[in-house]
């Protein structure tokens, strides 16, 4: 995992990563594991993957993710009437899914 995030600068594999699928699989596993009302990681564990910024939620992240993008285009273009041409599509996209 640490290599992975070395590489890209963020620790979020997709859990169907076809260059280590078993790294896919583990991370998916971590997030099960923390998710569950009797976690099944220590503390220890937990404290290693959030020191290299583990996301455990990524729709929550994903979220935050937009919403950060659209707080910039709103700062920048006084408006949220995002355009759906060129670097902005997906971000109208996804403010259209809100509305």
Same mark, same amino acid.
């Given at each position: 995992?640490?290599? @992975?995030?070395? $590489?890209?600068? *963020?620790?979020?594999?997709? *859990? $169907?990563?076809?260059?280590?699928?078993?790294?896919? @699989?583990?991370?998916? +596993?971590?997030?099960?594991?923390?998710?569950?009302?009797?976690? $099944?990681?220590?503390?220890?564990?937990?404290?290693?993957?959030?020191?290299?910024?583990?996301?455990?939620?990524?729709?929550? *992240?994903?979220?935050?993710?937009? @919403? +950060?993008?659209?707080?910039?285009?709103?700062?920048?273009?006084? *408006?949220?009437?995002?355009?759906?041409?060129?670097?902005?599509?997906?971000?109208?996209?996804?403010?259209?899914?809100? $509305?």
């Amino acid at each position: 995992l640490c290599a @992975y995030k070395a $590489r890209n600068g *963020h620790c979020l594999v997709p *859990h $169907r990563y076809a260059q280590n699928k078993s790294l896919g @699989y583990w991370v998916l +596993e971590q997030r099960q594991q923390y998710k569950k009302k009797e976690r $099944r990681l220590d503390s220890y564990r937990i404290q290693k993957l959030n020191d290299i910024g583990f996301v455990w939620n990524v729709l929550e *992240h994903s979220w935050m993710k937009m @919403y +950060e993008e659209l707080k910039s285009f709103q700062q920048k273009n006084k *408006h949220t009437i995002v355009p759906r041409s060129g670097t902005t599509k997906q971000l109208a996209d996804w403010v259209d899914d809100r $509305r």
